[in-house]
């Protein structure tokens, strides 16, 4: 389903497309329009790779020199390519690689499914038992995901494991038996997959500099009401015990752009109330809003000093937390412009998740 809405979405929106042909030609990258048109298709096919099995597709993503993000192009050849293996009833799932990591989704009634079913969470014992499970758990999940959105730090394959976000892990070295494993399977049930995962599976502990070591720290410290407070909690914790860990965060904060860490937080709070379709259109609006650099170019800046001069040395506008007013983020979350429809979901044919 979201495959055809991203398809629907490009289709209907070319001025999205012009503002990312516009950035292209402002930094003067490796820009496909300046290729001869043969060469733009067979630019644009090998950056998604295909491999066939009996039952299986595999998608590779394949531009390593930009940490393999997506284009539009490469988004629009997906969306081509999950359509025709969705519609084919002798394709059970397809499988997705980009850079050694690998995860598959099935194809049967729906497009994709959430694997291994809903989360099973049991509390035996005490009331003040299941109180302190539950404002654990509420850590987790909404501490933690600041903690990230705002730093950009990333989960390992332990940790993902630990927060539910990933079900199986496996050694590098055991990818390719994996692969080779599943492109036998001629089924599509989940438990005949999740039995060759566990073949392979490895037991994983979380490191000691883990974050998920440091929960009560992100509580002390992202549970604020502003970036301000947060920074502020962060330091004061770092002026008490010199922790290495506060200090690095506190740094990645200080890096980042004033403007985005504002709109990230406003964003994630606005989400934990949210409906899923809300939170796409929410996302939706603040990426457009965004790359239309009608408030900032911290976007763009963005991308130049980390992916095209690689200089890491953007800098923001405004350049201060200070500096950034209400109205600068709340321009984020406004509605589009009678140009640029707002995001419309095709609710009246979800399909059902199984």
């Not at 290729?35 to 998608?59: C, F, M, Y």
């Not at 997906?78 to 084919?88: G, H, I, P, V």
């Not at 650099?293 to 963005?302: I, L, R, T, W």
């Amino acid at each position: 389903m979201m495959q055809r809405l991203k398809a629907t979405l490009l289709q209907r929106r070319n001025n999205l497309h012009v503002h990312s042909l516009r950035f292209l030609n402002q930094f003067h990258t490796r820009n496909l329009c300046s290729l001869p048109d043969t060469n733009i298709t067979d630019e644009l096919d090998n950056q998604v790779l295909v491999e066939g099995k009996a039952w299986s597709r595999t998608a590779i993503l394949n531009r390593p020199s930009v940490l393999n993000c997506l284009s539009t192009a490469m988004g629009a050849r997906l969306q081509k390519l999950y359509t025709s293996w969705e519609n084919n009833p002798d394709i059970g799932f397809v499988a997705m690689k980009w850079q050694g990591i690998l995860c598959w989704r099935r194809y049967c009634d729906t497009l994709s499914i959430k694997y291994g079913g809903a989360s099973r969470m049991f509390c035996d014992g005490k009331m003040e038992d299941c109180k302190e499970f539950f404002r654990t758990l509420y850590t987790y999940i909404y501490i933690l995901g600041e903690y990230l959105g705002l730093t950009g730090q990333k989960l390992n394959g332990a940790e993902m494991i630990s927060c539910g976000l990933a079900t199986h892990y496996a050694h590098s070295s055991k990818l390719a038996l994996i692969e080779e494993q599943l492109g036998k399977l001629d089924t599509d049930d989940p438990s005949v997959i999740e039995t060759s995962l566990e073949k392979y599976s490895d037991l994983v502990y979380l490191d000691n500099i883990s974050v998920l070591h440091r929960i009560e720290i992100l509580d002390k410290c992202f549970s604020h009401d502003t970036v301000e407070e947060i920074i502020d909690a962060l330091e004061s914790e770092t002026s008490k015990t010199n922790d290495a860990w506060c200090i690095s965060t506190l740094r990645r904060l200080n890096e980042a752009s004033p403007l985005g860490l504002k709109v990230s937080l406003k964003s994630i709070r606005e989400g934990r109330f949210q409906t899923l379709d809300q939170c796409l259109i929410r996302e939706y609006r603040m990426s457009l809003q965004g790359i239309s650099n009608q408030v900032s170019k911290d976007f763009c800046e963005g991308v130049r000093a980390r992916m095209v001069d690689k200089d890491l040395a953007p800098k923001w506008n405004p350049p201060s937390l200070e500096q950034v007013s209400k109205d600068m983020v709340e321009h984020y979350f406004s509605p589009l412009s009678k140009s640029e429809p707002d995001l419309e979901l095709p609710t009246d044919l979800r399909e059902a998740f199984t």
